[in-house]
């Protein structure tokens, strides 16, 4: 009797929103790349609370495909918890990340999935250049981004790092482990360890659409992401105070020889804009300290991260089983 090895198995997990004209095209790009191997793999969409006609295109190519799943949250909950939604369901060998706008190119899973078997548990991608496809500002936004999360981090990403990787399944049960309300998937992914390997590539131009992310959300992002993951900007405004102290200590004895000696104290204009300085240094300390408390507050709620509407994915005895 022959013995048939069993294949393995390869979860694609991929956020999607408000991307109806590109869920059957890259559908039809992965089945081309990956049909002509040796692996079972399945694609879970996450309809991350899409306005468009995207969760009926998922619906119907999960009936016209048998390896096409979708997953619908009840709302837009953001991108981090539309993944984190999906690896929850994944339950493949590896698991593979990437948008649903074909800028990522699919023909790069076949080089992930080579790195995998030569032993790495995680196989990351990041841009060699910049996006030649994205705006001024988002080029901007995004070199600053990856410049201040290694400024002010313990972790250190490439410029341009992306949500289009591989992860071997013990990773990805430890990912599954980490509840926080606000996550960064790409800074914890690079905490976690593991044999880690970053591969350059090019992203490709959107099949269709248009970046839904504004200059505003960018900046909203990054400051969101820093904080998230780094306490560093406590610190810094910590010494920054302690400077400014040690300075003012300085300004004392000028102002006591000049009573003494009955001297009249120099300075109004400069006395005022000094104060005006110090109001709003204080004001943007207590903002930074404001917005930890306030991560601390919503964490302590132990809220779910995403809440799921519907799907036709079930798990059963660990296993997940279509409905």
């Known amino acids: 009797m022959t013995i048939h090895p069993v294949k393995k198995k390869i979860s694609i997990v991929i956020p999607s929103y408000n991307e109806e004209k590109n869920i059957a095209f890259l559908i039809g790009q992965i089945n081309e790349t990956l049909m002509p191997t040796d692996y079972d793999f399945e694609l879970i969409f996450v309809d991350d609370g899409s306005k468009d006609n995207t969760l009926n295109e998922l619906k119907f190519n999960s009936e016209v495909h048998r390896n096409v799943y979708y997953i619908e949250l009840s709302r837009n909950f953001g991108k981090d918890h539309a993944l984190k939604a999906g690896i929850a369901m994944a339950k493949g060998d590896a698991v593979i990340t990437m948008d649903a706008d074909m800028q990522h190119p699919p023909e790069m899973i076949l080089k992930m999935l080579n790195y995998w078997e030569n032993g790495y548990d995680i196989v990351y991608t990041y841009r ?60 914890i992914i690079k905490w976690t360890g593991y044999k880690q390997l ?126």
Do not use: C
């Open 128 to 187: 060699q250049n910049a996006n030649p496809h994205a705006k001024r500002y988002q080029k901007a936004t995004s070199k600053m981004f990856y410049k201040g999360i290694n400024m002010l981090s313990d972790i250190k990403l490439e410029n341009g790092t992306a949500d289009f990787r591989l992860m071997d399944e013990k990773v990805v049960k430890q990912l599954t482990q980490i509840d926080e309300y606000e996550i960064f998937l790409r800074g």
């Open 198 to 323: 970053g591969i350059p590539y090019t992203p490709s131009k959107r099949h269709t659409g248009e970046a839904s992310y504004s200059f505003f959300k960018l900046v909203k992002l990054a400051l969101r992401s820093i904080m998230t993951f780094s306490a560093r900007p406590l610190y810094i405004v910590s010494g920054i105070g302690l400077t400014f102290s040690a300075l003012a200590i300085l300004y004392i004895p000028y102002v006591l020889i000049s009573y003494l000696t009955g001297e009249a104290v120099t300075g109004w204009a400069s006395i005022m804009a000094t104060i005006a300085f110090f109001g709003g240094l204080q004001l943007l300390v207590l903002g930074i300290i404001g917005m930890y408390v306030g991560k601390i507050f919503m964490q302590s709620k132990h809220r779910p991260t995403y809440i799921i509407r519907s799907t036709n994915l079930m798990l059963v005895n660990n296993d997940l089983i279509r409905v």
